[in-house]
């Protein structure tokens, strides 16, 4: 495995007590895979994407059971050796490139200086690499790109360098934070299928984080589903969709329109009541209050997640058939 991650913690000192945004995260990420980590906005996909590259608030404290990517253990790198795997070895898209680009700075210095700080290169060898990776992401006239400012591109254009900018070193792993956010849908398309074409083309692993069950589906290898700072479900892609095991993940494909399938003017799925504050000593199943499957024991018993199958884990008290056959009673009931 390229990245191996257990038992991921992020805490964050609040007026109320502790914050745990990040709970008790595992997962794993091998070499030319595309995990897409999913779930509903706050469920802490970015907090996990930023404590890996030890990128968190000044505030926030990280710790893990194993933090090991490519061999090296993370937990262990100081912050300059951090510094030099940073952009290097691994890499990240962020959210909103606009925010990301310094709008002080042509495109030409940004791209450049990526490569420079890790690299041994020329300025004149380093502007022809940035060139060539400018093209390789569908940007036309690129030489001519590179003396621009952010606020010139388009959004579509600004994400297209912030990937450009990421491969500048040809990194192993690839973090993507949301990187169609706020783009019209055909630039999101195309985002998606450039990123999708460079993984293939160049054997890197790609961390796609997204709240688009849509977008796993067309791109995903493997996915990881979060609720309120915990995986509770992971898989290949195509089984997570065929066969969803957590209640959690059943209930956001309720939620998505299946073409040929959803009847016109058919009422979707929803997912009742509210995430729960995540404040405080975590205690039993985070998502027991909105769960149609919960007993006594969800409130009190931590839940662990577990291995049902090889490569396919989840997090819950009731094993898969066990709530196949709720679902089947209650269906039964309601008929």
């Not at 070895?89 to 490569?115: D, H, K, R, V, W």
């Not at 990187?179 to 999708?196: E, G, M, N, R, S």
């Not at 998505?256 to 009541?273: D, E, M």
């Amino acid at each position: 495995m390229l990245l191996e991650v257990e038992q991921l913690d992020v805490r964050v000192p609040v007026s109320g007590g502790i914050l745990h945004p990040v709970c008790g995260v595992s997962l794993s990420v091998g070499r030319g895979d595309m995990l897409c980590i999913v779930g509903e906005s706050g469920c802490g996909k970015s907090l996990t994407s930023l404590a890996l590259m030890n990128l968190l608030p000044a505030r926030a404290q990280r710790s893990a059971q194993k933090l090991v990517y490519d061999g090296i253990d993370l937990l262990r790198l100081d912050e300059r050796a951090m510094s030099d795997l940073r952009g290097n070895a691994m890499a990240m898209i962020f959210q909103e490139p606009m925010t990301s680009l310094n709008p002080c700075y042509t495109i030409g210095t940004q791209l450049t200086e990526t490569l420079r700080r890790h690299r041994p290169v020329a300025q004149r060898a380093a502007r022809e690499h940035a060139v060539e990776l400018l093209e390789k992401v569908g940007i036309t006239g690129a030489a001519d790109r590179l003396s621009q400012y952010p606020h010139q591109l388009s959004g579509g254009l600004r994400q297209r360098v912030m990937i450009a900018m990421a491969l500048m070193c040809d990194p192993k792993l690839l973090i993507a934070d949301e990187p169609t956010t706020a783009l019209d849908v055909t630039v999101q398309a195309q985002i998606l299928h450039l990123l999708a074409a460079l993984r293939r083309e160049l054997d890197m692993a790609v961390m796609l984080i997204t709240h688009d069950l849509g977008i796993v589906a067309r791109v995903g290898t493997h996915a990881a589903v979060m609720y309120a700072g915990e995986i509770v479900e992971t898989g290949t892609a195509a089984e997570v969709f065929a066969r969803p095991a957590h209640p959690y993940t059943q209930g956001l494909l309720r939620c998505v329109p299946v073409p040929g399938r959803t009847k016109r003017r058919a009422r979707l799925g929803s997912i009742p009541g509210l995430v729960p504050s995540l404040i405080g000593d975590p205690q039993g199943c985070a998502f027991r209050n909105r769960c149609s499957h919960a007993f006594a024991d969800c409130a009190s018993t931590r839940v662990t997640l577990a291995e049902i199958s090889p490569g396919r884990s989840y997090r819950c008290l009731l094993s898969p058939e066990r709530l196949a056959e709720n679902a089947l009673a209650a269906a039964s009931a309601g008929a």
